[in-house]
């Protein structure tokens, strides 16, 4: 996962005033206070009037004063999921040595104009800090659920306060670019589909360059104390005088290759399910040790099959990054696209147009109308497979 890291805390690149309707009532108040005590000359409105002045300096000073020494960091190293809450992490910095800070609100910042932002993907990341002691820090985390998959760019965080009477609302900006990532959606497939796949691929039908418990001959190594006497190799070993062992390669995990066809522009719905299935195989996959591959004819993308956590999130990674509205010309390119040992373990070609038989042979095939047949019947399928492709699926 490339996600951006952690950056250093930054410091506020803009400072405003806004106006509010708590404030902007409080000011017509205090106006007409000031207009009765002229009038009337009654030392109570006078004495009034002048509470209502200093509640308006002490509220303006302290919660510009208490801003002035934040600095800010934002964390989106965790990557989410379509469908699943995801955690954007802050930790505020405060560099007073003797003003607190108080009631302090953070939120990222929609510009005014350009596409193509955060927006697209989840509605504003909101968090509250209560308080942060002279030289002191918090942290806080806004929890967003992620509508796309992609790599939403944030830019810009503002924090907010109107403490302590609420009149007076001070805004500090940071500009702290970062780009997230959400992969595509996790839809829970059917236990007996996926069984069905692991079957037709034969454990050991292959061997790992390794010593292991398979069947095929890997090699001969000096006799150690404890070894197994039914593995001494006799022959060799009165050739040379020492007591050898016989070693067997250790059997291949079960492999599976996930194909993934995409369509054209006018199967954009069916390509964002066609691409969730894809996710969802390999993370099952990964749950049942199986040596999983993806091949995205599409882009020329092969990841050859292999048994790793950082591989299987290097593919979901891929899945995620993937752009639909580039390739909405392409065309694939054919079985030839994909090396020979892919020919080796089970398959699964999964199609977002289902009128085009796949051109890569073997295996099983799943057409995205047809998705219903591998995924489970449940409330948050169903919710995921209405938001991925609006009832299309």
């Known amino acids: ?50 509470v209502a002045m200093g509640g308006l300096l002490v509220s303006g000073i302290i919660s510009g004063w208490s801003l002035m020494g934040l600095r800010l960091e934002r964390d989106v190293s965790t990557a989410g999921t379509v469908g699943s809450p995801m955690q954007v992490r802050y930790v505020l910095h405060n560099v007073n040595r003797l003003m607190p800070s108080m009631a302090l609100n953070i939120e990222e910042v929609r510009p005014r104009r350009g596409t193509g932002g955060w927006w697209e993907y989840f509605d504003t990341p909101r968090a509250f800090v209560a308080f942060i002691g002279p030289r002191g820090r918090a942290r806080a985390r806004a929890t967003v659920t992620p509508l796309r998959r992609g790599c939403p760019p944030l830019r810009y965080v503002r924090v907010w306060s109107t403490f302590p009477f609420g009149l007076a609302k001070k805004s500090m900006w940071f500009e702290i670019p970062q780009g997230a990532l959400v992969y595509p959606a996790d839809l829970r497939l059917r236990p007996e589909f996926l069984r069905s796949l692991s079957a037709q691929s034969r454990l050991g039908s292959g061997e790992e360059p390794s010593p292991g418990h398979g069947d095929e001959f890997y090699g001969l190594r000096e006799y150690a104390a404890g070894d197994n006497p039914r593995r001494i190799a006799w022959k060799p070993s009165a050739r040379t005088g020492t007591l050898v062992i016989r070693q067997h390669a250790a059997p291949a995990p079960v492999r599976l290759w996930v194909v993934l066809r995409l369509g054209s522009r006018a199967h954009a719905g069916l390509d964002e399910v066609s691409i969730a299935l894809a996710a969802s195989v390999l993370r099952q996959a990964e749950h049942q040790a199986v040596a999983v591959g993806l091949a995205v004819p599409l882009t ?16 979901l990674e891929d899945l995620a990054r993937l752009d639909l509205a580039a390739l909405a010309e392409s065309r694939a390119t054919g079985a030839e696209a994909f090396p020979a040992a892919a020919r080796r373990g089970a398959s699964i070609v999964i199609d977002a147009d289902s009128d085009t038989p796949p051109r890569w042979g073997g295996g099983s095939r799943v057409a ?21 492709a609006g009832g299309a699926a």
Do not use: C
Request: aromatic share 6%; hydrophobic share 45%.
């Open 368 to 388: 995205v109308k047809q998705v219903r047949s591998v995924v489970l019947d449940a409330p948050e399928n169903s919710r995921l497979l209405a938001l991925l």
């Open 300 to 315: 020329g993308a092969v990841h050859a099959p292999r048994r790793d956590r950082r591989h299987v999130a290097r593919m």
């Open 1 to 50: 996962m490339t996600t951006d890291a952690p950056t250093p805390p930054a410091a506020p690149v803009q400072r405003r005033y806004h106006f509010h309707w708590p404030g902007v009532t409080y000011v017509i108040v205090t106006l007409f206070l000031a207009v009765g005590a002229l009038n009337s000359q009654n030392n109570l409105l006078f004495a009034t009037l002048g």
